[in-house]
């Protein structure tokens, strides 16, 4: 989820927006009020199970923006057999179901925040180029990989007793003492470098990590993938993108938008939730456990409200509890808005973005899959 705007920025007339949120506010807490957060089934553990199992999958898989290709093999190798595939020049996978005039797009991004090395001192340390939008006190003292031709190299992010302020700042010990003794490792510049990743269970069905955004908009796509593979209504096309360089300004998205037409275009990314103790809840609050989210406006787009209805019946159909959500970043859906497609952007809250520590609820995986199928197979009912 890119926090930082740049290009895809708008500007809006903000007290329309917000009166319109309120509006559509009062739509989604019918659903909100309909059904138990997350919805029956996600509450089964046999479906808890196999969300941790493909997420822990995709975690522990390195994919710094630009070198997206081990998540992208990961991936394909948890698809079904025999649905048609293929990878554009931008590295993006596009997965496609059934066939016919109207099409949804559905895209969720393959890559993560992390760093390239941009140059090596002459004690031997890294110095680092940022890849998305880090915090860099966050990243102090926590260990990483850098991946080279010989196989990746273990490093760690040195601190001192003054939190860093700018990433070029930090500094990757790697245990040598000169330039020379880092190169014989196999470092050189240009090579990506990845915090260490592990999903983290913690008390039930909540799990922390690295890179959970957006590889949980990946699992989310592979299950629903998975289901559509067995029926979807003839006259339909679901087209499954799995984007690149989301992090640096959604680069994949912008590469194949051009070339791929669509009817809807639904974006599957991370809700950054004001639900935690350090936040305020004034903007962008959404429950984690509480089901989906429907962001009716970012930085980069505002729904239509009768999309927003829309939305909200194919939840209730699908079983599912849906937020809605106001925010701030920018979301790979709304680079389709200039080319006449019906943008809308859901995914499921989440606390500590962009840190090593992001936090998210099972369940809300799972109803999100469940509603990208309705979404597939019925919208705009």
């Not at 496609?96 to 001192?121: C, Q």
């Not at 850098?146 to 992010?157: L, M, N, S």
Request: glycine content about 12%; some cysteine.
């Amino acid at each position: 989820m890119r926090r930082e705007l740049g290009r895809a920025s708008r500007s809006f007339h903000w007290p329309l927006v917000l009166g319109s949120a309120l509006v559509w506010a009062c739509v989604a807490c019918v659903a909100c009020v309909a059904a138990e957060p997350g919805g029956a089934s996600a509450a089964d553990s046999q479906e808890r199970g196999e969300v941790f199992r493909l997420l822990d999958a995709l975690v522990r898989t390195r994919g710094v923006s630009g070198f997206e290709g081990p998540v992208r093999d990961a991936v394909l190798a948890l698809l079904p057999a025999g649905v048609p595939t293929e990878v554009d020049r931008a590295g993006n996978l596009l997965v496609r179901i059934g066939a016919g005039p109207y099409r949804i797009l559905f895209m969720a991004h393959l890559d993560e925040l992390g760093f390239v090395v941009s140059g090596i001192d002459a004690d031997g340390r890294l110095r680092l180029e940022a890849r998305g939008a880090f915090l860099p006190n966050l990243l102090q003292g926590i260990p990483v990989l850098v991946e080279t031709a010989k196989g990746p190299v273990q490093g760690v992010v040195a601190c001192g007793e003054r939190p860093a302020q700018d990433v070029a700042e930090l500094r990757v010990e790697l245990g040598t003492d000169s330039e020379e003794a880092t190169r014989l490792l196999g470092v050189v510049a240009g090579q990506p470098v990845t915090p260490a990743k592990r999903l983290h269970r913690l008390a039930g069905p909540v799990v922390c990590g690295r890179a959970l955004d957006d590889r949980a908009g990946c699992v989310a796509q592979v299950l629903a993938i998975r289901e559509l593979a067995k029926a979807i209504p003839p006259g339909r096309e679901a087209l499954f993108v799995f984007s690149t360089g989301e992090e640096t300004g959604l680069a994949g998205s912008v590469a194949l938008h051009g070339r791929a037409k669509a009817d809807v275009v639904v974006a599957i990314d991370t809700f950054v939730t004001s639900d935690s103790p350090v936040e305020g809840d004034r903007l962008a609050h959404a429950r984690i456990g509480g089901g989906p989210v429907f962001r009716a406006l970012d930085g980069s787009y505002v729904a239509q409200a009768e999309d927003t209805a829309r939305l909200t019946a194919a939840a209730a159909r699908a079983g599912v509890s849906l937020q809605l959500g106001v925010t701030g970043g920018a979301n790979d859906a709304s680079v389709w808005s200039n080319v006449g497609a019906r943008t809308l952007a859901v995914g499921w809250p989440m606390r500590s973005s962009h840190s090593m520590v992001e936090t998210i609820h099972l369940d809300d995986v799972a109803a999100l899959a469940r509603l990208v199928v309705e979404i597939a197979r019925t919208y705009p009912q």
